[in-house]
């Protein structure tokens, strides 16, 4: 992809790796650049499980989004969404209802406009260029407004995004507004890089993204299970990514904990 496919020459920075590109090529994606694939490739290289760990992660969105349609919610908010290859969330959502809504939220201008492309004039979906970190300003948009009805219960998706968030940004801080704007019986959906299970790699994983826009904060555990606070996780809890809800037991690898990334589903009451 050069330039000029990109859409938004003004906006794009050539001379870093976008996390939302480098992921695109880990799922096998075309939409990314030479800086991003020697990024990937060097991960990779590092760390040769990363694209099937990527691939876990999606598939746990598909599992949590067709678990949110069976609770009744038929609007989602997908937050750090990066580009929607297949399987996306309103592909999977309208396999079981066709009314469902989505609004994807990126700031990656690469991510925005071949979002645009991808989802064309679809009525029932729309992308925003925003940050997730300022919920206040993002839930006011008219793009969000339009399409979205927070009295009514809502997904919200942070699908391998707030690793992306430093403390310093205070994610509980974040989480909290948005949770004071939806309604009860809406779901947070939250994957997240953790530390705890493969630390030896973890430090130099680290230090790659630090080359990017947006450096990693990977979190335990417990410090994920903070991250909920005002919601009732469902079952199985925070769980390392096959472990939530596989649709067969052939699904779960003899070692879950070498996909790293935690995964979890809060119900606000």
Known sequence: MDREEAGGPDEIDLSRPSAARVYDYYLGGAHNFAVDREMAQQAIRMWPELPVIMQANRAFLRRAVRYCVSAGVRQFLDLGSGIPT??????????????????????????????????????????????????????????????????????????????????????????AGYREAMA????????????????????????????????????????VTALFEGFDVVDPGVVFLPLWRPESPDDVDEHPERFTGLAAVGRKP
């Open 86 to 175: 297949a399987g996306n969330v309103h592909e999977v959502a309208r396999a079981v209802d066709p009314g469902t809504r989505v609004v994807y939220v990126d700031r990656d201008p690469v991510a925005v406009t071949y979002s645009r492309s991808i989802l064309g004039d679809d009525r029932q979906t729309t992308v925003v260029k925003a940050d997730l970190r300022a919920p206040d300003a993002l839930l006011a948009r008219p793009e969000v407004t339009s399409l979205l009805d927070f009295d009514q219960p809502i997904a919200v998706m942070m699908v391998a995004v707030l690793h992306f968030v430093p403390d310093s940004d205070d994610p509980a801080a974040i989480i």
């Open 184 to 223: 009860p019986g809406s779901f947070l959906v939250v994957s997240h890089a953790s530390d705890e299970a493969q630390p030896e790699k973890v430090e130099e994983h680290r230090e790659l993204y630090r080359k990017t826009s947006t450096p990693m904060t990977m979190r335990t555990r417990k410090q």
